[in-house]
């Protein structure tokens, strides 16, 4: 899969923002990488300082975080990625909508690189899907955001919004093919 351009979408009435999250996706064989473009005044931001020893940590979704989720295509099994600016991380697997969330073990380390400046933060992560997915397996794949604003307002940022609340884990949002 060529790399593939994204860009986010706040949920409405709570985007109201001046930031752009914007990004790239791609796929080779069984290699992903990702890449989150958040453009703006990130001192407005509320952006977790670099982690000394980043690690797995529950939570990440409290603050400012990335997060995209892998479904196999005709299997209700997916997983769910966390990518805090901090450099923690953390990775679920989940049976079914919302069911039965575990920590995927088979990740021990997830480094991903930060570079962050005043007008943009940058997020970029590759790793070999064969630890977690057949590498022949066609993929779903829905991608995220959750900005916290310096006075404590949470904004919601996903590729579409299909339902009436936000929800990153509607299968309907999983919307890029590869």
Same mark, same amino acid.
């Given at each position: 899969?060529?790399?593939? +351009? ?8 709570? *985007? ?6 914007? *990004? ?28 000394? +020893?980043?690690? +797995?940590?529950? *939570? ?32 679920? #697997?989940?049976?079914?909508? #919302? ?63 299909? *339902? ?5 884990? #509607? ?8």
């Amino acid at each position: 899969m060529n790399p593939r +351009r994204f860009s986010l979408q706040p949920f409405p009435g709570t *985007g109201l923002l001046p930031i752009k999250v914007t *990004g790239s996706i791609s796929r080779k064989v069984n290699i992903f990488n990702i890449c989150y473009w958040l453009f703006g005044h990130i001192a407005d931001l509320e952006v977790p300082a670099p982690a000394e +020893r980043p690690s +797995r940590r529950i *939570g990440l979704w409290e603050k400012t975080c990335f997060e995209f989720f892998i479904a196999e295509r005709n299997s209700s099994r997916y997983w769910e990625f966390n990518l805090s600016p901090s450099g923690d991380w953390n990775v679920f #697997r989940l049976e079914s909508y #919302r069911q039965n969330l575990v920590e995927e073990t088979t990740f021990s380390i997830f480094p991903f690189s930060i570079l962050k400046r005043s007008d943009s933060l940058r997020l970029v992560l590759e790793f070999d899907l064969s630890i977690i997915i057949p590498t022949d397996q066609a993929l779903e794949i829905a991608i995220s955001a959750v900005i916290k604003t310096g006075q404590g307002d949470v904004t919601l940022w996903a590729l579409v919004h299909p *339902g009436p609340e936000a929800d990153f884990h #509607r299968r309907d949002s999983f919307i890029i093919k590869c």
